[in-house]
């Protein structure tokens, strides 16, 4: 029996909510836990990558809505649940996927550039699991799995804001995991390279290519895919992962235990 099979029994009558739902890794989270018969919730800022991502669950037989969401804004935030909790009457497992990158001299940044990428990274997935957490609680046990980023341990130059709030995503993963525990766990997912040009709205879709330098970066010598980190929410998500709370799982191909010399 596969995997999608073992969680198709436990997420049957369960409600999820994934922002960021439409595209890259949130399209391929929400589509996973659509085949593991989950009701599903799309919450994006992009309406037309939610609208088409919404048809493509549903085409596959997935219970879904979207809702457009910009999560930096409360009144949003709060529309959001509302809805889920009038259409489907629970909220068992949150993804906190939303999130923007950009880069940009420190000396050039405004101040306002760095609040936005905190507003919507850091303080977005805040706002998410406090509407949330009394359904999450009453779900018993509720599921918040936070999406940070190996930025959250290591950096490129001019990355100041996205990587503070990868950062800030790893502590605030082990806080509410002691405010919630018992009834909610909080765990955090921290991606490598994941690719995500061919999981873009059909506007935008590119095809990946890679150099054997890519692959080489990697001692699994791949790049990584979407599906890796499905895969892993499904089992954080799941009675599997019970006992885990408060903890981030670094998924990069090993990418970040490599020492790269220059040549």
């Not at 369960?14 to 989950?38: E, L």
């Not at 790049?223 to 992962?241: H, K, M, T």
Request: proline share 5%; hydrophobic share 45%; aromatic share 6%.
């Amino acid at each position: 029996m596969n995997d999608h099979m073992n969680s198709a029994g436990e997420f049957a009558d369960k409600v999820v909510i994934v922002t960021g739902g439409a595209q890259g890794i949130g399209a391929a989270v929400s589509a996973a836990f659509g085949r593991a018969r989950a009701a599903v919730v799309i919450a994006d800022v992009d309406e037309e990558a939610g609208r088409e991502h919404l048809l493509r669950l549903q085409a596959a037989g997935t219970r879904a809505m979207f809702v457009r969401t910009d999560v930096s804004a409360e009144v949003d935030v709060k529309r959001l649940v509302d809805e889920v909790l009038r259409s489907f009457g629970r909220i068992d497992v949150l993804v906190n996927n939303a999130g923007v990158f950009d880069t940009k001299s420190i000396l050039e940044r405004t101040v306002e550039e760095w609040d936005r990428i905190i507003s919507i990274n850091l303080r977005g997935p805040y706002m998410m699991a406090k509407y949330c957490a009394p359904a999450l609680m009453q779900a018993n046990p509720g599921v918040i799995i936070n999406m940070a980023s190996t930025r959250a341990l290591m950096s490129e130059p001019n990355t100041e804001p996205y990587s503070a709030s990868k950062g800030g995503i790893v502590a605030l993963t082990h806080a509410l995991a002691v405010s919630l525990g018992p009834k909610v766990r909080v765990n955090a997912i921290s991606p490598g390279w994941i690719e995500v040009r061919d999981y873009q709205k059909s506007s935008k879709r590119e095809r990946p290519v890679h150099t054997p330098g890519d692959l080489a970066q990697h001692p699994v010598g791949r790049v990584g895919n979407p599906e890796d980190i499905a895969e892993l929410c499904l089992y954080l998500a799941s009675p599997r992962a019970g006992f885990m709370t408060g903890t981030n799982l670094v998924v990069d191909g090993g990418m970040t235990r490599k020492m790269i010399y220059e040549e």
